[in-house]
Nanobody, 115 residues
């Protein structure tokens, strides 16, 4: 069983930075992959970035070069550093993890970027 809790969202101006955190409890060391998704009002949830237990990463084209995903297994925490924020980054950001074929989700944290 895995529980994921996000934090670090908020209101930021365009061009600014935010760092999201995802604290995991449970079988963190056996999580195959973790990542961040986001959902803007009226839109479908979309992938932002993922990272595997081996350290490989994947990013959506819209955030490449601006966002960085990382994980600290000793702290059982994953991060998303978001730089050069744009108004179109406004969304609820969800932490995601997969274990033995089961997907786990956090409740989400709101990120709002003003122009």
């Amino acid at each position: 069983q895995v529980r994921l809790v996000e934090s670090g969202g908020g209101l930021e101006q365009a061009g600014g930075s935010l760092r999201l955190s995802c604290a995991a409890s449970g079988s963190i060391f056996t999580i195959n992959a973790m990542g961040w998704y986001r959902q803007a009002p009226g839109k479908q949830r979309e992938l932002v970035a993922t990272t595997t237990s081996r350290g490989s990463t994947n990013y959506a084209d819209s955030v490449k070069g601006r966002f960085t995903i990382s994980r600290d297994n000793a702290k059982a925490t994953m991060y998303l550093q978001m730089n050069s924020l744009k108004p179109e980054d406004t969304a609820v950001y969800y932490c995601w993890g997969t274990l033995l074929g089961i997907d786990y989700w956090g409740r989400g944290t709101q990120v709002t970027v003003s122009s």
